[in-house]
């Protein structure tokens, strides 16, 4: 038996890269939540984003116009999300579905209608991708044992977006826990009135927040199609935002939380990949599908309560009215 | 509340949201380079134009009345049950379970046995997202997406480890035996001298599903039980007074709802396909919402919203078929539906409302005028 390779390094460094879209999308969903909005649209703007991100990739062969343009079109989804939700108070929850819909039947109808290829984008080339980044010094300290390899693989070797992921941790802790914008975000999240009693906006805060989740989640979508992999192709997210959602949960509503059970659920992904180290660390075959559904079922467990309760910010999914 | 006239609320809000939906989708295939006035015409011939047409417009509104009653049972009590797709697929397996190792001697008993192996696993998979909520608190909407695709995973287990024949690469049962083929409408309608397609996959079931929604009308508006749960779905707080037990009413509808959607694999598994494969739901489950949303949550209105969906199903078929539109436009409309009746909803009944208000305004005081 060999537990060890259970953590080789090629597993993690493919971790890192899988939890990336998880990462962003989840810190995504944190910014919208902590504000009072839930938002069960994170897969159809990661897809709608991994779409446009692609498409103008390849038509302009500029990565960084493909970027803007998942921006902005995931922003585009948030809006719609924030106008149903926020400003027609409507149902959160059914807004989202309904974002997920429309995300993945508008991106088949135009990706067939611009490229007649059945739904996809043309495979990106050159410039149309995110390159790795190798940090400085990563080939001569190759050498040096035990650190060395891990800097030159894991930490080492990938796009740019995968350290904007990382940096979006502190940043997200910083801007939420630290500066006031973020004690208002949170508080309208927990309490409107009270905030709104302090002549602030709830109504403003909460489409930024909105806005955020947006840009959150075109960067996740655009590093799945022109990052983790070269183009857009039908239903590319497969669930990535439903797992978003898992860990956003399983890290109750917390940004260190966040990296720490996207990293977990990136390494779930990753090794469900890899059937024979499992198979050799463990000496017994562990089926593919409870690999699968493994995020899933932690999730239920947390929410279940069994494992620390996971307690949502206190107006969540509720609209804001002002005066009765 | 009620500014609005009850006609008002029940055809006229949904209709223009309807309407709404179309003109976007209209706009939609405007975009792609296609005629949507061409689009609408063949969408009529090809799912309504024949019995053919009709057998699959029938066929596909079967699978939604099932989920659309099973997503509106839910509502009725105030929960969102977005875990019809898994239930429906737990249904499925339940079907292939009675019918692969039972011998029924003859379609009609095997088929109330599938119907209560369908309902009961649905029920079952229904029941652990609805004790997290009753007892623990867990929210019933993320608790049913994470069983969504938990349901897959066992699904794939069971079909490519356990129940997929020997030497068969396919994950897919092997097909049901002979007895327990439903009658299609073809073989139905035959004796009374009417020519069905005999291609088309509608069956039998489609009366358990006409059925279905008598029994939830009957359900919801005509007994005790269905009281308690609209008023819990009123006001949970409001129905606790009353001494209605929010874990009791919780626990019965959600199991109401993952049963009936659980059944609809008596049309796809057992009418349709005769034996269940990977894919059997095709999305069926999500539907539901925008056929429970479009129906208002009434059997009624489920059972027209059902076959309008069947409807769009079919004809968008078709128009793939014949056009460059991908199948996906549906998805497109579906979204707008749901988008429209169900989160929108405010944006067309605000302004209504305000105008309902200024006419009733401008009534009364015309008739208090006089007296002045």
């Not at chain 2, 005999?198 to 059925?211: E, M």
């Not at chain 2, 949550?297 to 969906?309: D, K, N, R, Y």
Request: proline share 4%; charged share 10%.
């Amino acid at each position: 038996m060999d537990f060890l390779a259970l953590f080789d390094l090629s597993v993690l460094d493919s971790t890192v890269r899988l939890a990336t879209p998880l990462l962003l999308a989840c810190l995504a969903g944190l910014f919208s939540e902590r504000a009072g909005i839930f938002d069960i649209g994170l897969e159809g703007k990661m897809l709608f984003a991994a779409f446009f991100s692609a498409a103008v990739a390849a038509m302009t062969g500029s990565v960084w116009l493909g970027l803007l343009a998942g921006i902005a079109a995931s922003m585009a989804l948030s809006g719609i999300h924030g106008l149903a939700s926020i400003t027609f108070r409507g149902n959160q929850l059914i807004s989202g579905v309904a974002i997920n819909f429309l995300a993945a039947g508008m991106t088949v109808l135009i990706a067939q209608d611009w490229f007649q290829q059945g739904g996809r984008t043309p495979s990106l080339i050159g410039g149309g991708r995110f390159e790795p980044i190798i940090l400085p010094f990563a080939e001569s300290l190759r050498g040096v044992p035990f650190l060395g390899p891990i800097y030159a693989e894991l930490i080492s070797g990938h796009s740019i977006l995968v350290y904007v992921a990382l940096l979006a941790v502190p940043g997200t802790w910083w801007l939420l826990f630290r500066t006031r914008f973020g004690l208002r975000l949170r508080a309208v999240g927990e309490n409107p009135a009270a905030v709104d009693t302090a002549g602030v906006s709830v109504v403003g805060l909460r489409f930024v927040a909105v806005g955020i989740c947006g840009i959150l989640c075109g960067i996740a979508g655009a590093y799945l199609a022109t990052g983790l992999q070269a183009g857009f192709v039908k239903d590319m997210t497969a669930g990535r935002g439903f797992i978003a959602l898992a860990a956003l949960i399983f890290a109750k509503w917390r940004p260190w939380h966040a990296l720490w059970a996207t990293l977990l659920f990136g390494y779930l992904q990753a090794i469900a990949l890899r059937p024979d180290i499992i198979e050799g660390a463990l000496g017994f075959r562990v089926q593919v599908q409870l690999l699968d559904a493994l995020p899933y079922i932690l999730t239920v467990v947390i929410l279940a309560g069994f494992v620390g309760k996971a307690i949502p910010p206190r107006a969540g999914g509720e609209p804001y009215v002002k005066e009765r | 509340m009620d500014v609005m006239p009850k006609w008002a609320e029940v055809i006229l809000v949904p209709l223009i949201s309807l309407i709404l939906a179309a003109l976007l989708s209209a706009l939609v295939i405007l975009a792609i380079g296609e005629n949507p006035v061409e689009a609408v015409n063949l969408m009529v011939t090809g799912a309504v134009g024949s019995t053919y047409g009709w057998g699959y417009t029938l066929y596909y509104a079967t699978n939604f009345m099932f989920t659309g009653l099973a997503v509106s049972v839910a509502f009725h009590a105030g929960l969102f049950n977005i875990g019809g797709e898994g239930q429906a697929m737990l249904g499925g397996l339940g079907v292939a379970l009675v019918l692969l190792f039972i011998p029924w001697p003859h379609w009609t008993i095997a088929l109330l046995a599938a119907t209560a192996g369908a309902a009961v696993f649905g029920a079952l998979w229904a029941a652990i997202p609805a004790y997290l909520q009753a007892k623990r608190g867990s929210h019933i909407v993320i608790t049913t997406i994470m069983f969504n695709f938990i349901a897959a995973a066992v699904l794939n287990y069971m079909l490519v480890n356990q129940l997929r024949p020997a030497g068969s690469m396919d994950p897919a049962t092997e097909r049901f035996r002979e007895a327990v083929h439903l009658p299609s409408l073809h073989e139905m309608l035959a004796p009374i001298g009417i020519n069905f397609s005999k291609a088309a996959p509608a069956n039998v079931s489609l009366v358990i599903a006409i059925i279905a929604c008598v029994l939830v009308w009957l359900l919801i508006w005509r007994t005790p039980l269905g009281l308690e749960i609209r008023s819990y779905g009123k006001s949970g707080r409001a129905a606790k007074y009353a001494g209605i037990g929010a874990v009791r009413i919780t626990m019965i509808a959600m199991l109401i709802s993952g049963a009936l959607a659980g059944m609809m694999a008596i049309n796809n598994v057992m009418g349709e396909a005769e034996r269940l494969v990977l894919n059997a739901v095709e999305g069926a489950g999500f539907i539901g919402i925008a056929v429970a949303l479009m129906g208002r949550s009434h059997p009624f209105g489920v059972f027209l919203a059902a076959i309008l969906f069947g409807f769009l199903y079919q004809g968008g078929a078709e128009l793939a078929l014949w056009t460059s539109i991908p199948r996906e436009l549906i998805v497109v409309i579906q979204a707008l539906v749901i988008l429209f009746t169900g989160a929108l909803d405010n944006m067309v009944r605000m302004p209504l409302e305000r105008i309902f208000l200024a006419a009733r305004n401008a009534r009364t005081s015309k008739s208090v005028e006089p007296a002045e």
